[in-house]
Every structure is written in C-alpha cells, then in structure tokens.
C-alpha cells in the first residue's frame, strides 16, 4: 500500500534534548510538509521541501531544523531551542508543490516534553 | 496574510440528518483553491473535497458538497445523510499561489469544526 508513515507514533522528551520524527513516503511524491498541531488551533506549517535537497522555512520554522537527502524520507528534528515542543506533528506529501494539489497526510507523531 | 476561520468550535447532528459547516476566508486574490480536510479520531488528515475559485459550480463528492459563494468570502461543507464514520473533525484550508512566479503558497488552515454524529 502506498502512503506516508511517522514515527514514532508518541515520543517523550526531556527538556534540553534534541528529538528527530522520522516522516517516510512510497508514494514518489516530490514535495514534502510538516506541520504542527495544537488543541483549538489549525495546522501551521514549519518548513517545506518541493524537491530533494532543498527545503523552505514555514511560519513557525523557529526550534526546528529538516533535511532532505531523500525523496522519500523529511525527518525533522526539534531542538531545545523550540520553546514549546509539547504538540502533534503531522507530516504530508503532495506530487507537486502546487496549490491545487491534494496533501497527503500521516498518521502524525505526538511530542510530548517532560 | 490571508485567514481562515471556522466560527463553529462544535457541531452536533442525528444520524440520516444534513448538517453545514461553515468558513469563511479573508484575501484579495481572485483565483486561489479552497479545501475541505476531515480529522477523525485517529487524526490521519483526509481531504475530503475541493473547490477552484474559478469554477462556478459547486463541487460535490458523494454525501459531500460545498456552497461557494465568492463575493461572500464563503465555503461551507455541506454533509448530507450523516453517518456515524463522518464524526471527525473537519478543517478548512485555502491555498493560491504568486502569480509572478507562479509558486504555490502555503496551505492555510481555520481552526477546525468537531463534528458528532448522535445515533
């Protein structure tokens, strides 16, 4: 079956400690999102790769840093930086990174800071 | 910047019954692409339907259509015969892109609606 997964599905942290979401894709999409999710408020997108080796800040990009040496694998680290980690993290890939293309999702990883 | 907002936090409807979401959007673009998206529990994001500014008529998959009312800054989803599985919660996003260099913005999202189906 072709999709995208996340792991792990929960993940703990201590507060100081860098903490890498694995997001993989077999769906041969080239453009990859991730974005966090906080109780009553909309998706936010921390940053966006549209092709391999390439990525872009989105808004809230602060505390986070990506790679994309592959075109199925966006992992995403986040780091003592970010302020308040505590959230779910969802990953998506989409063909093309046009704005009519349809996101698809992961299943999302919840980060919780202890 | 462009805005999404959802005014309903929660809505409730009986199952076999028809219930509208609402959104409304804020931008000055004239052509951009609108999304429904639906979260269920196990909170994996499925799009659920799609509107092009450009298009007139309305979209509609299955059980699922919108009314579009541009001038209004409008988008509701409307979901007709609720059933149990359509108990989620249901996020409105909107989407354009330059027109200089034709690159797609990024996917803005209203802070959702949950939606409960009583059986």
């Known amino acids: 079956d072709g999709g995208i997964t996340q792991s792990p599905k929960y993940l703990f942290r201590k507060e100081g400690q860098n903490v890498t979401l694995s997001c993989e894709q077999n769906l041969n999409h080239d453009a990859m999102y991730w974005y966090r999710q906080d109780p009553g408020q909309g998706l936010r997108l921390i940053y966006y790769?549209?092709?391999?080796?390439?990525?872009q800040k989105g808004d809230i990009a602060e505390g986070y840093s990506v790679s994309r040496e592959k075109k199925e694998s966006f992992p995403l680290t986040v780091t003592s930086a970010q302020k308040n980690p505590t959230a779910f993290y969802l990953c998506?890939?989409?063909?093309?990174?046009?704005?009519?293309?349809?996101?698809?999702f992961g299943p999302g990883t919840r980060l919780t800071v202890l | 910047a462009q805005t999404v907002t959802q005014s309903q936090p929660e809505m409730s409807v009986q199952e076999a019954e028809t219930v509208t979401l609402s959104c409304t959007y804020d931008?000055?673009?004239?052509?951009?692409?609108l999304f429904w998206y639906k979260q269920p529990p196990s909170r994996q994001m499925i799009l659920v339907i799609r509107?092009?500014?450009?298009?007139?008529q309305n979209a509609t998959e299955n059980r699922f259509s919108v009314n579009f009312q541009k001038a209004a800054k409008s988008f509701s989803l409307k979901i007709s015969d609720s059933q149990l599985g359509d108990a989620a919660m249901y996020f409105c996003a909107y989407r354009s892109y330059d027109i200089s260099s034709g690159s797609a913005r990024q996917l803005t999202f209203g802070s959702g609606t949950q939606l409960t189906v009583l059986p």
């Open positions: 998506a890939s989409s063909e093309r990174d046009l704005s009519y293309n349809e996101q698809f």
């Open positions: 790769s549209q092709i391999v080796n390439d990525f």
């Open positions: 509107q092009e500014a450009y298009k007139q």
């Open positions: 931008t000055s673009e004239s052509d951009y692409y």
